[in-house]
């Protein structure tokens, strides 16, 4: 079969939120970098591996009570092509080690940050906020992370804890809607209408009760097509 590779030349990134428990994650590096990038794939369950002579001292801590394995010595060529991970991230505070660890992860296949390189990274990390399975991510496509960090701060009291909650609410009734409205383009129409901003305010405020209420008001009310 002759396939062809069509696309590619565009500059900008692909947006992904990616699955990673279980997965072997490796940070060399133990500043505080890797501390940022370590409490993130811990909190996504990777199995994480940090290749430092130093660490800060939380994550000394965490490592002292086996949230993460510590080898605790400068990166050595070879290791990664033994451990064959998943995520690779880069964050020595030498340049040289970061390019040398970089090009061993690419060769054993893995996807790479490098914390002083953006133009060797496979991916970058955004600025986030979770809320349980909720999960908004900024990105300024490497141009100004410190922008990505400002505007995180700013949003972050938009989103109270009362979003994880509520997302795993819809989730519920989504299940239900799913018997009800038996087609896809019927589903579609009725939460266009059903998420109004009303209902985003009342979540806003934690009157999730009452959200929820609405919805199943609208419920009531909404007319298939089909
Ligand atoms: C390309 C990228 C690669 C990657 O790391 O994935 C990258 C690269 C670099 N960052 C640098 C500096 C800073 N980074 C931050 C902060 C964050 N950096 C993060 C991500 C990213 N940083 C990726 C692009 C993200 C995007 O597209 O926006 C965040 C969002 C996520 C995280 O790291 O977890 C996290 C905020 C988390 C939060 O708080 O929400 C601050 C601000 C601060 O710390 O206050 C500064 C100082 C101010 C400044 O320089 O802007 C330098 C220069 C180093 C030097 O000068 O030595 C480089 C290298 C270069 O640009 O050459
Ligand atoms: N991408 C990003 O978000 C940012 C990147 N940076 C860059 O990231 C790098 C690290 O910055 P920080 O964490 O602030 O530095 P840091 O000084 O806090 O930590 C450096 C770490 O590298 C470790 N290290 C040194 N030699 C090593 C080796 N041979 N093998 C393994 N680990 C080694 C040290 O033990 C230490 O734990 C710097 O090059 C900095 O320019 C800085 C800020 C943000």
């Given at each position: 079969?002759?396939?062809?590779?069509?696309?590619?030349?565009?500059?900008?990134?692909?947006?992904?939120?990616?699955e990673?428990?279980g997965?072997?994650?490796?940070?060399?590096?133990?500043?505080?970098v890797a501390?940022?990038?370590?409490?993130?794939l811990?909190?996504?369950?990777a199995?994480?591996?940090v290749?430092a002579?130093?660490?800060?001292?939380l994550?000394?801590?965490?490592?002292?009570?086996?949230?993460?394995?510590?080898?605790?010595?400068?990166?050595?060529?070879?290791?990664?092509?033994?451990?064959?991970?998943?995520?690779?991230?880069?964050?020595?505070?030498?340049r040289?080690?970061?390019?040398?660890?970089?090009?061993?992860a690419?060769?054993a296949?893995?996807?790479?940050?490098?914390a002083?390189?953006?133009g060797?990274s496979?991916?970058?990390?955004p600025a986030?906020?979770?809320?349980?399975?909720?999960l908004?991510?900024?990105?300024?496509?490497g141009?100004s992370?410190?922008?990505?960090?400002?505007l995180?701060?700013?949003?972050?009291?938009?989103?109270?804890p009362?979003?994880?909650?509520?997302?795993?609410?819809l989730?519920?009734?989504?299940?239900?809607?799913?018997e009800?409205l038996?087609?896809?383009?019927?589903?579609?129409?009725?939460?266009?209408?059903?998420?109004?901003?009303?209902?985003?305010?009342?979540?806003?405020?934690g009157?999730?009760?009452?959200?929820?209420?609405m919805?199943?008001?609208?419920i009531?009310?909404?007319?298939?097509?089909?």
């Amino acid at each position: 079969m002759n396939v062809q590779v069509i696309g590619g030349g565009m500059s900008v990134q692909y947006p992904i939120h990616m699955e990673i428990a279980g997965r072997v994650c490796v940070v060399i590096g133990g500043g505080r970098v890797a501390e940022r990038k370590a409490h993130v794939l811990l909190q996504a369950g990777a199995h994480l591996i940090v290749i430092a002579p130093t660490l800060t001292n939380l994550l000394y801590q965490e490592a002292s009570t086996g949230c993460f394995f510590w080898l605790a010595q400068p990166y050595e060529a070879g290791f990664l092509q033994r451990v064959r991970p998943f995520l690779v991230f880069c964050t020595a505070d030498n340049r040289k080690v970061n390019r040398m660890a970089a090009e061993e992860a690419r060769a054993a296949h893995a996807l790479v940050n490098v914390a002083d390189e953006p133009g060797l990274s496979d991916f970058f990390v955004p600025a986030s906020i979770r809320r349980d399975r909720f999960l908004l991510t900024i990105g300024t496509g490497g141009l100004s992370p410190a922008f990505s960090r400002s505007l995180r701060e700013q949003l972050e009291q938009a989103f109270p804890p009362a979003f994880g909650l509520w997302i795993e609410r819809l989730s519920a009734i989504r299940q239900e809607m799913k018997e009800k409205l038996p087609t896809s383009d019927d589903r579609q129409a009725f939460w266009r209408m059903a998420l109004s901003r009303d209902i985003m305010e009342l979540v806003k405020a934690g009157r999730l009760n009452r959200a929820e209420v609405m919805i199943r008001h609208a419920i009531i009310d909404f007319r298939p097509k089909s």
